[in-house]
Each structure stands twice: as C-alpha cells, then as structure tokens.
C-alpha cells in the first residue's frame, strides 16, 4: 500500500528536505507543492503569523485535496510594540534585503538601552485537513537584539538576534546548534506530534478528498 502523504505548502524543494529532516521518520509521505503543477503563489496578505500560516495551508489543501500544512514566522520586539513580526521579510519596505532590515531595526534601537531589548523570534504552523478542521502550533525562541550585528551564519535577523541565555547570535553559531534552540524546529516539532497522533488514531482523515 503506498503511504498517504501531507503537503507542506510551499515550492522550494529545500524547504521540504529541511522540515522533512525535522520530523524525522513519519507514517506519512511529506510532499511539497513542487509535485502539483502548475506553480501555486499565495499573497501573504494577512495582518498576523496564524492568517499567513492559514492562508497557506488552505491553498496547498484546496489544490491537492491532501491535509496541508505551512509555517509563517517573524521577530517580535518589545521595544517597538512587536514590530516586524507579520512584515519581518520587507521591513525595511518593497525590494529590501536582509542587511537593509537589519539596518532598520538596529537605527530604531539605538537609544533602547540593554535591560528593555528582548525580543521573542515566533513561528506559526498552521495543519489544515480534508474534513474543515484546522489546528495551529507555535513556536518560541526568546532572546534580545544586539548592539551591533554579529556572525555570517544562517538568514534574516540572526546577526543581530541572540537567543536566551547565549552571548552569541544566531549567526555566530552551527546551524545544527541555532536549529535546536529554533521557533521553527519548536513548532513543527509540535505539528509532528499532533499529526502523528492523529494519523495513528483516525488514518481516514488523512484521505485524499
Ligand atoms: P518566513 O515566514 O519563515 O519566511 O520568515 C519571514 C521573515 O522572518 C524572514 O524573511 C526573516 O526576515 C525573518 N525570520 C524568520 N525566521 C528567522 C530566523 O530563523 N532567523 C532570522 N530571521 C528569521
């Protein structure tokens, strides 16, 4: 009998292999959008992570009939009332790169002394399944922004973010070490459990609509 599968919506290859290698071994198949042509792009238009993750899942769920599941993440500063959280990728507005983000941020915090610079990365999974339920997981991985940016790892925010009880970013470590402590891994490491738990109690959700 071939395994059923579970969507991970979104077209990058990469990502599938990431997530794949977070959940480890799985009674289910985990595809990515790449295997239903043509291209399906979803605007992430919502004004929160959960809308995001939602508005996801529920197009890789409507194109392929097969629960789907999608993340959507962001840094929350307390200093600026949560900013950029939904709009992390174009804080710095249309066409900007990380480094212009990064910039951004640290001009906004220049006069926000040590004690009030935390700061909580957070990532939404949003599980969707054939039969209208819909379940959402959260990670959390707390942490303060720095004086000044630091290291040449990993993406985004990490040069300026360390996490909780670290002196060094994100940036300046393994990604092996920052994917442990990560909101990411946290929170599908969530939806793992809860899909697994699932599959083995009620198997007929996961048909194919
Ligand atoms: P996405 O929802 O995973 O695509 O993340 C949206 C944006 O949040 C990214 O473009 C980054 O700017 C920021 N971000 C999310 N996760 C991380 C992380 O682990 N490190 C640094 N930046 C991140």
């Known amino acids: 009998m071939t395994k059923p599968c579970v969507v991970l919506a979104t077209q990058n290859p990469h990502k599938v292999r990431e997530i794949r290698k977070i959940m480890g071994r799985l009674p289910f198949e985990v595809k990515g959008l790449e295997d239903f042509p043509p291209p399906l792009r979803v605007r992430e238009t919502g004004k929160t992570l959960e809308d995001n993750a939602l508005l996801k899942a529920r197009a890789a769920l409507r194109r392929t009939g097969h629960v789907s599941f999608s993340d959507d993440s962001g840094l929350e500063v307390k200093a600026l009332n949560g900013a950029p959280g939904v709009y992390s990728a174009r804080f710095a507005g249309p066409g900007c790169d990380f480094d212009d983000n990064n910039r951004k941020l640290l001009r906004l915090m220049k006069d926000v002394p040590a004690p009030r ?42 040069p300026v973010f360390a996490p909780r009880g670290e002196s060094r970013t994100f940036a300046e470590m393994k990604l092996p070490e920052k994917n442990r402590l990560s909101h990411r891994f946290l929170a599908f490491r969530k939806a793992e459990r809860f899909l697994v738990l699932t599959f083995r109690r009620s198997p007929n959700r996961f048909s194919h609509k």
């Open 117 to 158: 610079r935390a700061a909580v990365f957070r990532c939404v999974v949003a599980v969707v399944f054939p039969d209208g339920r819909e379940r959402l997981f959260e990670g959390r991985c707390p942490g303060r922004i720095t004086a000044a940016p630091r290291g040449r790892q990993g993406f985004g925010y990490d």
